[in-house]
């Protein structure tokens, strides 16, 4: 149980276009899901928080504008890349909190690079 | 605030022997302890948590931790390395209190540390 996806798992594009990542939580309900963003060799840093049918809570220094984040059904988050550029291409993680005691489960990641 | 401290960005040890990583951390409020690990290009998968009770917890794969409140500590160990514990592995803390209600999304967010490479060899 517990198994979050995550599709594309990478995907290509070119500076200035726009490209969405999804994250399902494919067996339990998750009112909350998280976006994180991991540079090589680093630790996630958590980018936003989003719950089902409001809308999602940025971290500091992370543009709303750039990165659209829609939590439409208690299954489905999704992330839009917008007008991407070489240096938003990263490794992006999703998880999803099931409730209880507080773990996040993650998505497989998507690998972004922007040409 | 919390924060996570994981003593030692690469740890190298040999195939058998015992495997020990360190996570300290710091929180105003009782915290939740986890341990993650990831393989390359992958996401994260959860080793172990501590919420309540027993301060030893066991994990999958044969890990487990202990939650020691006077060290703030929440150190890793394995008794015997395998070729496939070859990963990063995250300590993770997030505030207790926020488990128990059903409020605003973000108080259930978790703080990482930077992470340890495992490598073992053979």
């Known amino acids: 149980g517990a198994v979050v996806s995550q599709h594309p798992s990478w995907v290509i594009c070119k500076s200035g276009t726009s490209v969405k990542i999804e994250c399902r939580s494919l067996d339990f309900q998750a009112t909350t899901m998280f976006w994180y963003r991991q540079f090589p060799k680093q630790s996630l840093m958590l980018m936003a928080t989003?719950?089902?049918?409001?809308?999602?809570?940025?971290e500091q220094g992370v543009e709303k504008d750039k990165f659209l984040i829609n939590h439409a059904s208690l299954t489905l988050s999704t992330l839009t890349v917008t007008s991407a550029h070489p240096e938003d291409s990263s490794f992006y993680i999703c998880?999803?909190?099931?409730?209880?005691?507080?773990?996040?489960?993650f998505g497989p990641g998507t690998r972004l690079t922007v040409t | 605030a919390q924060s996570v401290t994981q003593l030692g960005s690469h740890v190298s040890v040999s195939e058998g022997a015992l495997v020990l990583l360190r996570c300290n951390y710091s929180?105003?409020?009782?915290?939740?302890l986890f341990w993650y690990v990831q393989y390359p290009n992958q996401g994260l998968q959860l080793l172990l948590k501590?919420?309540?009770?027993?301060?030893l917890v066991k994990g999958i794969n044969g890990f487990e931790a202990e939650f020691k409140k006077s060290e703030t500590s929440f150190h890793l160990t394995k008794p015997s390395a395998h070729m496939s514990d070859a990963a990063e592995y995250f300590c993770a803390v997030t505030a207790a209190w926020a488990q128990s209600w059903s409020g605003g999304g973000s108080n259930y967010k978790l703080t990482f540390g930077k992470g340890t490479l495992l490598t073992v060899n053979p």
């Open positions: 998880s999803a909190r099931s409730g209880g005691a507080g773990e996040q489960y």
């Open positions: 989003s719950n089902e049918g409001s809308k999602a809570t940025y």
């Open positions: 929180s105003s409020v009782p915290p939740y």
């Open positions: 501590y919420t309540t009770g027993a301060t």
